[in-house]
């Protein structure tokens, strides 16, 4: 049985999430590399996860993991951000034909209990709350996709979630699912369809 984790994870690729995926249930964000320093969208979201459910960084352990680490340290908010380490494991993972720079195994190499371990020690919290799960379908159906003033509410939705107001489609809805729970989405789009029922009273009054 997969182990529940509330914050969300932050992995520097994709096979790092693939191997998380398979031993957490946990909102897992994919760093894409020394790209997050450039991503002004998806550390919008990150800042913002942190300061809702908390984050966890877990990168490898050679120069580029510490520079990625050192970089969020820096753009989070001191308490907000966790620090999960794997220790120092030499060799290669087996999709590759030769061992890193440093010759040390990253984060798809190390076995489910050493990632475990490292979570625990970090702080990892077992899943008190359920997050994602919201499609661009929910979007369209809750009026902030496709439809007439469907881009007003999103701004609307963003402007609430502390977001730039520019941010794309695809992102809004990484978003939502990265630092709402379905709950806690529905009552935002509820409070959003009260404030335009208002507006409409103040319009015809």
């Known amino acids: 049985m997969k182990k529940k984790i509330d914050q969300l994870i932050l992995v520097e690729?994709?096979?790092d999430k693939a191997k998380l995926?398979?031993?957490?249930?946990?909102?897992i964000l994919e760093l894409e590399g020394f790209r997050i320093f450039k991503d002004r969208e998806k550390l919008a979201y990150i800042r913002e996860a942190a300061r809702r459910r908390g984050v966890i960084i877990l990168t490898d352990s050679d120069a580029a993991g510490f520079q990625i680490r050192a970089f969020l340290k820096g753009a989070v908010p001191e308490?907000?951000?966790?620090q999960a380490y794997i220790p120092d494991r030499y060799g290669k993972e087996r999709r590759k034909?030769?061992?890193?720079r440093e010759g040390k195994?990253?984060?798809?190499g190390m076995p489910p209990e050493v990632l475990l371990e490292a979570l625990e020690r970090a702080g990892a919290s077992a899943g008190q709350q359920t997050f994602g799960g919201l499609t661009r379908t929910d979007l369209?159906?809750?009026g902030l996709l496709g439809g007439a003033g469907s881009a007003q509410r999103r701004r609307a939705l963003l402007e609430r979630l502390g977001l730039p107001k520019r941010m794309s489609t695809s992102g809004l809805l990484e978003a939502i699912n990265l630092l709402l729970t379905p709950q806690a989405y529905r009552a935002l789009?509820?409070?959003l369809n009260?404030?335009?029922s208002h507006e409409g009273e103040h319009e015809h009054a």
């Open 97 to 100: 034909a030769a061992p890193g």
């Open 79 to 82: 308490g907000q951000l966790l």
């Open 21 to 27: 995926s398979s031993i957490v249930e946990a909102s």
């Open 194 to 196: 009260r404030e335009r």
């Open 13 to 15: 690729g994709r096979y």
């Open 140 to 142: 369209y159906e809750d």
């Open 189 to 191: 789009v509820e409070a």
């Open 105 to 108: 195994l990253g984060v798809e």
